[in-house]
Each structure stands twice: as structure tokens, then as C-alpha cells.
């Protein structure tokens, strides 16, 4: 008997039974979230794959950002990409050189009959990742932004306010002086990324170029001019403290030795990404903690422009077969919800990338009842942001970054001056963006 007539002997019964459902189609997303936020992460796949049966977000530890983009180039290379990634910011130069490769977010929904309006992400979010036209090129997920967190306990064993944090540089040094006098800790500051916060995010709160271009918005052929003298002031007096035991340093990369100086009580104050809030208040339960924007100059600008972001964003892949993009477009809609945003905001400490999100919040009274988990926002969000304080994009950036610990390395170890060793950043930072610049 064939199969047929085996079915139809058997009734309609057993021949519903004998056909399978039809399997959703499974949609890879490599990512870069390890720990506590990885397991998010992995919860928020599983809400959109509970919320309908056509799709099936499979979300794919890669390691670090650095490896996890590598990793998708090559895949893309041997065409084992995966539809979804997530790349650091500082890979946006390299992910829109990639034409051929990536689908832009805002073409992928428009194509997809999905809604797309990107007036209701957070301004200084969105325009970072997008083009010179002003179209969304991939959909902001984690986005942070550098802060301050000061140990309130400590503070007010060296007589200072724990409610008054310090605004300016001058004020960092004086009240770290004066702790360190008391007896309350045995350092002043710390600091994570060196690059990322103490010249990226300084150049930008003091409304200085970091390059021509509009910071390498405008184009390939940028040329670094952070090589000013506020860059060349701050770094030596990171040097100066240094050597005067006010400030230490936190290592290189994102300064992996920074939070565990802040946590043992050896240093009172501490710059890190607002991401870090959650990991902050765990293992800081020793004492309270306060939060503070960054500190600037007040000789250089009377108050500050907006702090920059870090972060990533999920870019889509080109060469994947044309059912996954429908649904991408769907998750992507998914991600944008704001009860979504704003608890994998609220559990993180990555900013609201909406602004439906952020209002959520606000309605909910979660910022009442944690004070201190909006100065990333309104740090970030203060002014509208200028060609100077918008961010910044170049190929290469990773190495550039690199180059920016090499030479501060050699700094703190007396090797070049200040001048030296900023001017050596520019200098060797232009020949990786000209060899970008060649080979795209």
C-alpha cells in the first residue's frame, strides 16, 4: 500500500495527525554579552519567540566585541554569516564600509511593511549610527554613557558633602587631596578606558573637534586633531596625580583593574559606563554610592556639552534567505517596545533607547526609587548635540584605541611628555586612517 492509501485508509483523523506543524524559521543572532546581561539577553529572545510561532530568535555567544565582530567578517566571508550581530560602536566605520554586506535597519523594515520611525529614539543615540542623509543604519540596543560613581562613605569620613559630588577637575583633585589628607582612602580616582572617557568623551563635553570631518562623519579622508591643548592638559595632569598617588590608573582597554580599586574602598571615585550600575551596587554593598555626571573644565567652557556613547547595535546581514528578514523586522519592531527598552534598561543600566522607554520609567517611579539611574540620560541629553559632541566614526578604531593605550603606557611611565605622546597618538592614529582609507 502506498503512502497515500495508507492515509486515506487511515481517516482524517490520523492524517492530520501524521502532518508535522511547520517549524519556525530559526534566525541566528551573534552577540557579545556575556554574565548577567547575557542572560537577559537570552530572556528577551525568549519573549519575542513566545510571543508568535513563525520566527525563532537563536541568540549566540561570540565573546567580546572585538572577537564577535571579527567573527561575523569572516563568516560573512565563507557565507556562514549570521542574519543578526552586534557590533560596538567604534565598528560603525567599519560595518558602513562594508556595503555589500550589511541591509540598513531602515530599508530592512521599509522592505518588510514594518514600522519604522526614528524620531522616537533618544536624539544623540540614533544620530550616531546613522548615515550623512540622517537614515538609521542599524537598531541601538545597549547604548551607554560614560559617569561617575563616588563613595558617599568615604566622603563624608574626609568632611565632605556625600550629597555634593565634584562638578569640576579642579574640584576632583581638591577632594581628592583632602580625602587622601584624612586618612578616608588611600586614592583619590580611578578610571576605566582611557580613550573611551579621558579623551573620546573629554574632547566632547569641551565642544573640541576630534578630527576634521565632523568627527569622520563626513567622510574617509578625516584626519585626527585631538592633539590640542586641552587633550595634552589632561593628560598630564592624569600624569601629575598619578605620580602624586591622587589618581590611579586602571589599566589598559576598559581599565579592568578600575572597579575592584573602587569596591576594596582604596579609591573614592570612579569613571565607568552607566552599564556598569548594576555590577557598581552589587559589589559595593560595603557603602552607598553616589552617581555624578562627568567633570570638566570651567576655564575651558562654562558648562558642558553632551556626553558620547558606547555601547552597540544590531546590524543585519545581506546573503541570508529571504524568509529571516521578515523576521528580523518583526523582532526588531519587538525590541522597540517600551516595556521591553525599558526592562532590559532598568535591569542593565544601558540607557532607554527611546524615548517611550525613558517615559515608561519615569510613570513607573523608577527613577525616584533609584536615585542616581538618570544621569547618563540627562548627561547625554543636556544640549542638542553639536558636529563636536555627536559622536565619533572611523575605520580602524579598535587599533586607534590601541595606539591611544600604548602612548598613555608610555606616559605614566616617564617615557614622552604629555605633547609627545598625544602628538604620537595623532600621528600613528592618521596612518591607520589612511590605510582604512585605501583599502575601502
Given at each position: 500500500?502506498?503512502?497515500?492509501?495508507?492515509?486515506?485508509?487511515?481517516?482524517?483523523?490520523?492524517?492530520?495527525?501524521?502532518?508535522?506543524?511547520?517549524?519556525?524559521?530559526?534566525?541566528?543572532?551573534?552577540?557579545?554579552?556575556?554574565?548577567?546581561?547575557?542572560?537577559?539577553?537570552?530572556?528577551?529572545?525568549?519573549?519575542f519567540?513566545?510571543?508568535?510561532?513563525?520566527?525563532?530568535?537563536?541568540p549566540?555567544?561570540?565573546?567580546?566585541?572585538?572577537?564577535?565582530?571579527?567573527?561575523?567578517?569572516?563568516?560573512?566571508?565563507?557565507?556562514?554569516?549570521?542574519?543578526?550581530?552586534?557590533?560596538?560602536?567604534?565598528?560603525?566605520?567599519?560595518?558602513?564600509?562594508?556595503?555589500?554586506?550589511?541591509?540598513?535597519?531602515?530599508?530592512?523594515?521599509?522592505?518588510?511593511?514594518?514600522?519604522?520611525d526614528?524620531?522616537?529614539?533618544?536624539?544623540?543615540?540614533?544620530?550616531?549610527?546613522?548615515?550623512?542623509?540622517?537614515?538609521?543604519?542599524?537598531?541601538?540596543?545597549?547604548?551607554?554613557?560614560?559617569?561617575?560613581?563616588?563613595?558617599?562613605d568615604?566622603?563624608?569620613?574626609?568632611?565632605?558633602?556625600?550629597?555634593?559630588?565634584?562638578?569640576?577637575?579642579?574640584?576632583?583633585?581638591?577632594?581628592?587631596?583632602?580625602?587622601?589628607?584624612?586618612?578616608?582612602?588611600?586614592?583619590?580616582?580611578?578610571?576605566?578606558?582611557?580613550?573611551?572617557?579621558?579623551?573620546?568623551?573629554?574632547?566632547?563635553?569641551?565642544?573640541?573637534?576630534?578630527?576634521?570631518?565632523?568627527?569622520?562623519?563626513?567622510?574617509?579622508?578625516?584626519?585626527?586633531?585631538?592633539?590640542?591643548?586641552?587633550?595634552?592638559?589632561?593628560?598630564?595632569?592624569?600624569?601629575?596625580w598619578?605620580?602624586?598617588?591622587?589618581?590611579?590608573?586602571?589599566?589598559?582597554?576598559?581599565?579592568?583593574?578600575?572597579?575592584?580599586?573602587?569596591?576594596?574602598?582604596?579609591?573614592?571615585?570612579?569613571?565607568?559606563?552607566?552599564?556598569?550600575?548594576?555590577?557598581?551596587?552589587?559589589?559595593?554593598?560595603?557603602?552607598?554610592?553616589?552617581?555624578?555626571?562627568?567633570?570638566?573644565?570651567?576655564?575651558?567652557?562654562?558648562?558642558?556639552?553632551?556626553?558620547?556613547?558606547?555601547?552597540?547595535?544590531?546590524?543585519?546581514?545581506?546573503?541570508?534567505?529571504?524568509?529571516?528578514?521578515?523576521?528580523?523586522?518583526?523582532?526588531?519592531?519587538?525590541?522597540?517596545?517600551?516595556?521591553?527598552?525599558?526592562?532590559?534598561?532598568?535591569?542593565?543600566?544601558?540607557?532607554?533607547?527611546?524615548?517611550?522607554a525613558?517615559?515608561?520609567?519615569?510613570?513607573?517611579?523608577?527613577?525616584?526609587?533609584?536615585?542616581?539611574?538618570?544621569?547618563?540620560?540627562?548627561?547625554l541629553?543636556?544640549?542638542?548635540?553639536?558636529?563636536?559632541?555627536?559622536?565619533?566614526?572611523?575605520?580602524?578604531?579598535?587599533?586607534?584605541?590601541?595606539?591611544?593605550?600604548?602612548?598613555?603606557?608610555?606616559?605614566?611611565?616617564?617615557?614622552?611628555?604629555?605633547?609627545?605622546?598625544?602628538?604620537?597618538v595623532?600621528?600613528?592614529?592618521?596612518?591607520?586612517?589612511r590605510?582604512?582609507?585605501?583599502?575601502?
Amino acid at each position: 500500500m502506498n503512502k497515500i492509501a495508507f492515509f486515506l485508509s487511515a481517516g482524517l483523523t490520523s492524517l492530520s495527525l501524521s502532518v508535522p506543524a511547520m517549524a519556525a524559521t530559526k534566525i541566528q543572532w551573534w552577540h557579545a554579552m556575556g554574565g548577567e546581561n547575557g542572560a537577559k539577553l537570552e530572556q528577551i529572545a525568549k519573549g519575542f519567540n513566545a510571543s508568535q510561532s513563525d520566527y525563532e530568535i537563536v541568540p549566540v555567544f561570540k565573546g567580546t566585541y572585538d572577537e564577535t565582530l571579527t567573527g561575523a567578517i569572516a563568516a560573512f566571508r565563507a557565507n556562514q554569516q549570521p542574519a543578526i550581530v552586534q557590533v560596538y560602536e567604534v565598528g560603525t566605520g567599519t560595518m558602513m564600509a562594508a556595503q555589500g554586506a550589511v541591509y540598513p535597519v531602515y530599508q530592512l523594515m521599509k522592505d518588510e511593511g514594518e514600522a519604522w520611525d526614528q524620531s522616537k529614539f533618544i536624539a544623540p543615540v540614533v544620530g550616531y549610527y546613522s548615515d550623512t542623509s540622517g537614515n538609521v543604519l542599524s537598531l541601538p540596543f545597549n547604548s551607554s554613557t560614560p559617569i561617575m560613581y563616588y563613595n558617599k562613605d568615604v566622603f563624608k569620613k574626609a568632611g565632605l558633602d556625600p550629597e555634593t559630588p565634584p562638578k569640576t577637575w579642579a574640584d576632583v583633585e581638591a577632594f581628592s587631596r583632602t580625602i587622601m589628607k584624612s586618612g578616608a582612602a588611600k586614592c583619590g580616582f580611578t578610571s576605566a578606558w582611557i580613550s573611551w572617557i579621558q579623551t573620546e568623551n573629554l574632547n566632547a563635553l569641551h565642544d573640541k573637534p576630534y578630527s576634521t570631518k565632523a568627527n569622520g562623519f563626513g567622510g574617509l579622508d578625516a584626519e585626527f586633531t585631538f592633539n590640542n591643548d586641552l587633550t595634552i592638559r589632561h593628560w598630564g595632569n592624569l600624569k601629575k596625580w598619578q605620580d602624586e598617588g591622587l589618581f590611579k590608573f586602571g589599566g589598559p582597554g576598559g581599565g579592568d583593574n578600575a572597579p575592584p580599586m573602587f569596591y576594596s574602598q582604596e579609591c573614592a571615585m570612579y569613571m565607568n559606563s552607566s552599564a556598569g550600575r548594576a555590577g557598581v551596587i552589587n559589589n559595593a554593598k560595603a557603602f552607598k554610592v553616589g552617581f555624578a555626571p562627568l567633570p570638566y573644565y570651567d576655564d575651558v567652557i562654562p558648562q558642558p556639552l553632551n556626553s558620547i556613547i558606547g555601547g552597540a547595535t544590531l546590524w543585519t546581514l545581506k546573503g541570508r534567505p529571504e524568509e529571516e528578514y521578515k523576521g528580523v523586522a518583526k523582532f526588531f519592531t519587538y525590541l522597540q517596545k517600551p516595556e521591553v527598552q525599558a526592562d532590559w534598561h532598568q535591569f542593565s543600566g544601558y540607557l532607554p533607547i527611546t524615548e517611550a522607554a525613558y517615559k515608561l520609567g519615569q510613570d513607573q517611579g523608577y527613577y525616584e526609587k533609584n536615585p542616581g539611574s538618570d544621569i547618563g540620560i540627562k548627561q547625554l541629553t543636556r544640549v542638542t548635540p553639536t558636529d563636536n559632541s555627536k559622536g565619533i566614526r572611523f575605520g580602524n578604531y579598535v587599533q586607534v584605541r590601541g595606539i591611544i593605550d600604548d602612548e598613555f603606557a608610555a606616559l605614566l611611565g616617564g617615557k614622552k611628555t604629555a605633547k609627545e605622546a598625544v602628538d604620537s597618538v595623532v600621528a600613528r592614529g592618521n596612518e591607520q586612517l589612511r590605510d582604512f582609507q585605501s583599502a575601502n
